[in-house]
């Protein structure tokens, strides 16, 4: 079996603080590539930046703006290749339209587990209403013009994330593996942190999908017939 995973697309209400970064027809044909050539696309979380309205509205709302901002791409993702799985910036998701926290799926004698990844993130977990206003406020910074202030606080949350490419000193992936393990899993492919990245963990392989925001085409691609899986950065 053939999986595509692409997240952190932070698709919001199409004003100067949308970090998505892509022009729709290009993004529509990056898609194209994967469905061409995977018969599953995962969407592993913070699809949608519900919380970056100019005003405090609910999830709902939020969402249904943000959707119309990206129509073309909302449109996409009800094809039936596509599977969603909901994150932090769109945790709403979740109650408002059944988004799983993860799924795991099981091809070519391997169990794969899918998460975002915000469960290893302790202001998620235990202060979300400080998450959401923090997301909230930084889409103002941008819309005020301040890329560099919205740049310096952006960097001190991925710091704050615990990713590291040091397998042993990230805390990230010993959650994820942990996670893995728990699930009786062989892969956990994860999002959140931005960072792309393939890891061994003895028995466990470790994958993060990168990010598809800010004009990237970070994806992971997963070939369980050939035992084959990597972090692809570019497409052609």
């Known amino acids: 079996m053939k999986i595509a995973v692409i997240s952190d697309l932070h698709l919001g209400v199409g004003d100067a603080s949308d970090r998505f970064g892509h022009e729709h027809g290009r993004f529509l044909k990056f898609l194209n590539f994967l469905e061409d050539n995977f018969e599953t696309i995962v969407l592993l979380g913070d699809i949608w930046d519900p919380h970056t309205a100019k005003l405090r509205i609910s999830d709902r709302e939020g969402l249904r703006l943000c959707r119309e901002s990206h129509l073309p791409l909302s449109r996409r993702f009800e094809r ?14 979740g109650p408002l339209e059944n988004a799983p926290g993860s799924i795991t799926l099981d091809a070519g004698g391997l169990r794969l587990l899918f998460a ?6 302790i202001l998620v977990k235990h202060l979300p209403w400080l998450a959401d206003f923090g997301v909230w406020l930084g889409a103002w910074i941008l819309r005020l013009g301040l890329s560099s202030v919205f740049s310096f606080f952006d960097q001190l949350d991925m710091a704050r994330s615990g990713a590291s490419v040091n397998s042993a ?3 990230f992936q010993k959650w994820a593996v942990t996670a893995a393990r728990q699930h009786e899993a062989d892969v956990i492919v994860t999002g959140h942190t931005h960072l792309p990245l393939k890891a061994q963990h003895e028995n466990v392989v470790f994958l993060n999908s990168g990010s598809c925001t800010q004009g990237r085409f970070n994806f992971a691609a997963l070939d369980t017939a050939r035992n084959d899986f990597s972090i692809q950065q570019a497409w052609a």
């Open 116 to 121: 975002h990844g915000h469960e290893h993130d």
């Open 80 to 93: 039936s290749c596509y599977q969603y799985v909901h994150g932090n910036y769109d945790l709403a998701a």
């Open 169 to 171: 000193a990230c805390t």
